[in-house]
């Protein structure tokens, strides 16, 4: 079982980039495949990026060449690098294993990205 703590969110103009951390403790990082989720309020969280153990990545259309999803395993970090972020990408982002876990508590605090003029 991980734990992830997620941070780097923030306040960014629309066209205005961010780099999301996500710090993960626990011993089998390096099997996991990973992913990035995003939830608005009132609407269910959503897979926005996955990173499978062998680096292959997968992106949901609306972030496609924009985001970008990677790994330290030695760090135990992984990270989302967004670009030319839009108001609708505005929401709490939340890094785990994918597929994620079913419990509540075995997700983390997340960090709230707001993209406003």
């Known amino acids: 079982q991980l734990q992830v703590v997620e941070s780097g969110g923030g306040l960014v103009q629309p066209g205005g980039s961010l780099r999301l951390s996500c710090a993960v403790s626990?011993?089998?990082?390096?099997?996991?495949?990973m992913g990035w989720y995003r939830q608005v309020p009132g609407q269910q969280r959503e897979l926005v990026a996955r990173?499978?153990?062998?680096?292959?990545?997968n992106y949901v259309d609306s972030v496609k060449g924009r985001f970008t999803i990677s790994r330290d395993n030695a760090g135990k970090t992984m990270f989302l690098q967004m670009n030319s972020l839009k108001p609708e990408d505005t929401a709490v982002y939340y890094c785990?294993?994918?597929?994620?876990?079913?419990?509540?508590?075995?997700w983390g605090k997340g960090t709230l990205v707001t993209v406003s003029s």
């Open positions: 785990n294993t994918n597929p994620g876990p079913s419990r509540a508590d075995q």
């Open positions: 626990g011993n089998l990082f390096s099997l996991f495949a």
């Open positions: 990173l499978s153990t062998d680096d292959r990545t």
